[in-house]
């Protein structure tokens, strides 16, 4: 055991008991985990320089991070009349990403494409609780914006895995190998929904969830990290597996706080009780602040970048205006644009592949950083405005929410 990583432990540990005696401050733990290792990293104070041992625990945490990223997406969300909006305001961004990309190229930014990459995800885990706490999560307008998000970060992992990842098959042969990905995936799928359906098998499995055997949270590790490596085989960053393995364990299971109301509370345990929050102190650590602030082309970055994660994921929500009504609808733009860990993620990447400079990931991250502490509370106020409006209507009377 490490010193360090007791330090880092003890962060952890502390950052949600200061929050929670401080619940009229705003901020997600996930940011005041980053800002935190930065203090403690060698950045500030040097107290703590990541070692084997949190180094490895961070790789697992990111990879739960990701699994729980896609245990989030819930496919039914894109069914329908919601689901082809979802595909029209994804295409724009995919469109609007990929115009970045050629100005970040064309301006001499290291890793522009990956940098533009990175803009087409937003944080469903942190936008949900701001839904949540507006009352809009179950609302039309809370629908779009979590169906929106999902299609964002599913599109963000496919990209990064297709296009960054560290192989020299050409695009076509990753295509292939993707497909096969997916086929790997549904036999996985089948077998084990044919399992659940052998009455034996099914309740073995039941009978040892709760137990010390904790079955089900060990196969889910399991499959974690036996597709993450399958990816890794592929030829595919290794994210593409946790999160794929995500979405499958959420497809096979649409509804676990019905059918297994623990499975969904152990896996948080798990993750955020322990992993994630190991990957989020550590990547505090690692990020070059003094590189950033020192840098004013890199600073200058921050408010250019904070601007394209407005235009390639806010721009493009517009087009479900038609839905709702203006304040809502500035809402969703503003909450589609709220992005943080993936930011981080793609920053790790990308300094351990050699691609993004140590300044241009801090740049990013810092941008992360001020969507995350800008946009939710506007888009709270608007949210709640809109409700309050709603509730003031006579009785009987209904809204346009055509009219903006």
Same mark, same amino acid.
């Given at each position: 055991?490490?010193?360090?990583?007791?330090?880092?432990?003890?962060?952890?540990?502390?950052?949600?008991?200061?929050?929670?005696?401080?619940?009229?401050?705003?901020?997600?733990?996930?940011?005041?985990?980053?800002? +935190?290792?930065?203090?403690?990293?060698?950045?500030?104070?040097?107290?703590?320089?990541?070692?084997?041992?949190?180094?490895?625990?961070?790789?697992?945490?990111?990879?739960?991070?990701?699994?729980?990223?896609?245990?989030?997406?819930?496919?039914?969300?894109?069914? %329908?009349?919601?689901?082809?909006?979802?595909?029209?305001?994804?295409?724009?961004?995919?469109?609007?990403? %990929?115009?970045?990309?050629?100005?970040?190229?064309?301006?001499?930014?290291?890793?522009? #494409?990956?940098?533009?990459?990175?803009?087409?995800?937003?944080?469903? %885990?942190?936008?949900?609780?701001?839904?949540?706490?507006?009352?809009?999560?179950?609302?039309?307008?809370?629908?779009?914006?979590?169906?929106?998000?999902?299609?964002?970060?599913?599109? +963000?992992?496919?990209?990064?895995?297709?296009?960054?990842?560290?192989?020299?098959?050409?695009?076509?042969?990753?295509?292939?190998?993707?497909?096969?990905?997916?086929?790997?995936?549904?036999?996985?799928?089948?077998?084990?929904?044919?399992?659940?359906?052998?009455?034996?098998?099914?309740?073995?499995?039941?009978?040892?969830?709760?137990?010390?055997?904790?079955?089900?949270?060990?196969?889910?590790?399991?499959?974690?990290?036996?597709?993450?490596?399958?990816?890794?085989?592929?030829?595919?960053?290794?994210?593409?597996?946790?999160?794929?393995?995500? #979405?499958? #364990?959420?497809?096979?299971?649409?509804?676990?706080? #019905?059918?297994?109301?623990?499975?969904?509370?152990?896996?948080?345990?798990?993750?955020?009780?322990?992993?994630?929050?190991?990957?989020?102190?550590?990547?505090?650590?690692?990020?070059?602040?003094?590189?950033?602030?020192?840098?004013?082309?890199?600073?200058?970055?921050?408010?250019?970048?904070?601007?394209?994660?407005?235009?390639?994921?806010?721009?493009?929500?517009?087009?479900?205006?038609?839905?709702?009504?203006?304040?809502?609808?500035?809402?969703?733009?503003?909450?589609?644009?709220?992005?943080?860990?993936?930011?981080?993620?793609?920053?790790?990447?990308?300094?351990?592949?050699?691609?993004?400079?140590?300044?241009?990931?801090?740049?990013?991250?810092? +941008?992360?950083?001020?969507?995350?502490?800008?946009?939710?509370?506007?888009?709270?106020?608007?949210?709640?405005?809109?409700?309050?409006?709603?509730?003031?209507?006579?009785?009987?009377?209904?809204?346009?929410?055509?009219?903006?």
């Amino acid at each position: 055991m490490s010193s360090g990583l007791v330090l880092v432990l003890a962060v952890a540990a502390a950052i949600p008991l200061l929050l929670g005696l401080v619940p009229r401050l705003p901020l997600p733990g996930a940011l005041v985990e980053i800002v +935190a290792g930065v203090v403690i990293g060698p950045s500030v104070l040097g107290w703590v320089h990541p070692d084997e041992t949190i180094r490895a625990l961070s790789v697992l945490g990111l990879s739960f991070l990701l699994f729980l990223a896609g245990f989030e997406v819930d496919v039914r969300r894109f069914r %329908g009349r919601v689901g082809r909006q979802v595909l029209t305001a994804l295409s724009g961004s995919l469109l609007l990403a %990929g115009g970045a990309g050629v100005i970040f190229n064309a301006t001499g930014m290291r890793g522009g #494409v990956l940098v533009a990459i990175a803009l087409l995800a937003t944080s469903l %885990g942190l936008i949900v609780p701001v839904l949540a706490d507006a009352g809009a999560l179950h609302r039309p307008v809370g629908v779009l914006i979590v169906a929106g998000a999902s299609a964002g970060e599913v599109a +963000a992992v496919v990209a990064l895995s297709l296009g960054v990842a560290g192989s020299d098959i050409p695009l076509a042969g990753r295509l292939l190998l993707l497909g096969l990905l997916l086929v790997l995936l549904v036999l996985v799928g089948t077998v084990v929904l044919g399992a659940e359906h052998v009455r034996r098998v099914a309740a073995l499995v039941d009978r040892l969830a709760d137990t010390s055997a904790q079955i089900r949270i060990r196969l889910t590790v399991l499959l974690v990290a036996g597709v993450a490596l399958a990816a890794a085989g592929l030829g595919f960053e290794a994210i593409l597996g946790a999160f794929l393995a995500g #979405v499958l #364990v959420r497809t096979l299971d649409p509804e676990p706080e #019905v059918s297994h109301p623990r499975y969904p509370i152990k896996l948080e345990a798990v993750g955020f009780g322990l992993l994630i929050p190991v990957f989020f102190v550590t990547s505090g650590m690692t990020l070059d602040i003094g590189g950033l602030i020192e840098d004013p082309s890199a600073l200058a970055g921050v408010p250019l970048l904070v601007a394209a994660l407005l235009i390639v994921r806010g721009v493009p929500a517009l087009v479900f205006g038609r839905e709702l009504p203006r304040s809502e609808l500035l809402a969703t733009c503003l909450l589609q644009a709220t992005s943080l860990p993936f930011l981080l993620t793609i920053s790790q990447i990308g300094i351990e592949m050699g691609v993004l400079e140590r300044t241009t990931a801090a740049a990013l991250v810092a +941008a992360g950083i001020v969507s995350v502490l800008v946009f939710p509370p506007i888009a709270l106020r608007l949210l709640a405005s809109a409700s309050d409006a709603s509730s003031a209507l006579p009785v009987g009377s209904t809204v346009d929410v055509r009219s903006r």
